[in-house]
């Protein structure tokens, strides 16, 4: 019986794919695995049984991934599982980016009480909240993974011009483009596109991406979305940018205080993900991620340990988590068996053995080792 935790609500059509042999609940002092949301779990003390994180969702800032890997526990999140629902609300922001759609209604509600005059007054005052279609302008986008496809080609069957940077861009994803100019640089993007969306993950190389310098790099009037991570962007240099007009309108999916209230700014309250199919296909995924390891010690999607997956040969498997530059040989020699696999990613190897005789693995280098 393998012990889940979950410390938020996961969907039941991912939690009901664990079957019979798993107890889930939010409260377990033992758990095998946790599947979490927006949790934070930095300051969560990690039981010796825990051997995999599963985040029902891209990005895993609440998780402390370094000290998970540290400790042998594998962290693992849904990429993709979300991106239609982020693209559809990307696709709004463009929309209420340009047209004043926000502060429109906000304005209609003030004419209540006006009677029959209230249609007078609407024509009266629309033309305060015009604004431009999207139509024949450029967007530009920030990390083309998979939100980012989907945005460009969103973008591009809505008539704009799309041109995008990613220097992890894969062939595979590259062909997944319907009509995107795939740049070398952001400073490519920053000079041609009417509207920025960024889609990268928040690390101490994209830290307030979009800053003074950078905007400063942009054309006047310039609409910019950001609906990854708050940190991303430098709040006050918008704001500043804002003021002076060389940004026309800020939308993101962060409301944070010092945003708040401020003209040109549409803060929503972190909708990216919030509707039920997405949540389903979170579920579905972190699930699946976690009963493989669990049962079969494969890792598929994991954001601090190598992927591996092995088709099971029969005997005991034996699976060891290691530092990068273990001896594989000697691991394999101490399992008593050669059908293995390994790989290694940054400073950690990971490795199966089939039909091993052995889990007494005392090897240099070795973290963990679990036999199943």
């Given at each position: 019986m393998y012990n889940i935790l979950t410390l938020n609500k996961i969907a039941k059509c991912g939690t009901d794919i664990l079957g019979d042999n798993?107890?889930?609940?939010?409260?377990?002092?033992?758990?095998?695995?946790?599947?979490?949301?927006?949790?934070?779990?930095?300051?969560?003390?990690?039981?010796?049984?825990?051997?995999?994180i599963a985040r029902a969702g891209a990005g895993v800032n609440n998780i402390p991934i370094a000290d998970c890997a540290a400790k042998g526990i594998v962290v693992f999140n849904s990429p993709g599982a979300n991106a239609n629902a982020v693209k559809e609300l990307v696709i709004a922001g463009l929309l209420l980016s340009s047209r004043r759609i926000v502060a429109g209604i906000e304005w209609a509600k003030t004419l209540k009480g006006n009677g029959d005059q209230v249609g007078k007054l609407v024509e009266k005052g629309k033309s305060n909240f015009a604004g431009p279609e999207i139509t024949g302008k450029t967007l530009g986008i920030?990390?083309?993974?998979?939100?980012?496809?989907?945005?460009?080609?969103?973008?591009?069957?809505?008539?704009?011009?799309?041109?995008?940077?990613d220097p992890y861009l894969s062939e595979a994803n590259k062909a997944k483009l319907s009509d995107c100019t795939v740049v070398d640089s952001n400073d490519e993007v920053y000079a041609v596109a009417d509207y920025i969306t960024v889609h990268v993950p928040l690390n101490d190389g994209t830290r307030a991406l979009i800053n003074s310098n950078t905007i400063a790099k942009m054309k006047d009037g310039v609409?910019?979305?950001?609906?990854?991570?708050?940190?991303?962007?430098?709040?006050?240099?918008?704001?500043?940018?804002?003021?002076?007009?060389?940004?026309?309108?800020?939308?993101?999916?962060?409301?944070?205080?010092?945003?708040?209230?401020?003209?040109?700014?549409?803060?929503?309250?972190h909708l990216g993900a919030s509707t039920p199919e997405s949540e389903d296909n979170c579920a579905i995924m972190a699930a699946n991620e976690v009963k493989d390891y669990l049962e079969n010690g494969n890792i598929v999607n994991s954001?601090?340990?190598?992927?591996?997956?092995?088709?099971?040969?029969?005997?005991?498997?034996?699976?060891?988590i290691a530092k990068a530059d273990v001896d594989v040989e000697a691991i394999k020699s101490a399992a008593g068996s050669d059908d293995a696999e390994s790989a290694t990613k940054g400073d950690y190897t990971y490795v199966i053995i089939d039909n091993a005789a052995n889990a007494d693995i005392a090897v240099d280098g070795v973290i963990r080792v679990r036999s199943i």
């Open positions: 798993y107890s889930v609940s939010d409260s377990c002092d033992t758990p095998d695995a946790v599947l979490v949301r927006s949790a934070s779990m930095h300051d969560t003390e990690l039981p010796e049984s825990l051997l995999a920030i990390g083309l993974g998979a939100i980012g496809i989907k945005v460009a080609n969103a973008a591009a069957a809505l008539g704009m011009k799309v041109v995008g940077c609409r910019i979305l950001n609906y990854s991570r708050d940190g991303l962007v430098d709040s006050a240099d918008i704001i500043e940018a804002l003021k002076s007009g060389k940004i026309s309108a800020y939308v993101t999916d962060f409301a944070t205080d010092d945003i708040l209230g401020e003209e040109g700014v549409i803060a929503l309250p954001v601090n340990l190598p992927a591996l997956s092995k088709t099971r040969a029969g005997g005991t498997r034996v699976c060891v």
